[in-house]
């Protein structure tokens, strides 16, 4: 069964920066195009970043140059580093594979002075 555990979510400044941790089991990451998205209070989940298996990466414009999704193969984590954190990141932030039916408790993230 694949299983998403992410972690890294605190409150933190504007402008500050957090990395939040997704480890994966049930699948390898390596072998498939991992995704995060978050989801605001009252808002629909959107998406976030994209990396392929073949390490191709892919942002929403509103984190593009400011977010960064990277893997570590060996320990079938994925991360999202997130830099000049802005108040309208706040949200609860899931790793995911495209099209699954399977996702994880999320990790809270808020940006607030």
């Known amino acids: 069964q694949v299983q998403f555990v992410e972690s890294g979510g605190n409150l933190v400044q504007p402008g500050g920066s957090l990395r939040l941790s997704c480890v994966v089991s049930?699948?390898?990451?390596?072998?498939?195009?991992m995704e995060w998205l978050r989801q605001a209070p009252g808002k629909q989940r959107e998406w976030v970043a994209t990396r392929t298996r073949i390490g191709t990466t892919n942002y929403a414009d509103s984190v593009k140059g400011r977010f960064a999704i990277s893997r570590d193969n060996t320990k079938n984590t994925v991360y999202l580093e997130m830099n000049n954190l802005k108040p309208e990141d706040t949200a609860v932030y899931y790793c995911h594979i495209p099209g699954s039916i399977h996702w994880g408790q999320g990790t809270q993230v808020t940006v607030s002075s």
């Open positions: 049930g699948i390898w990451v390596s072998n498939n195009d």
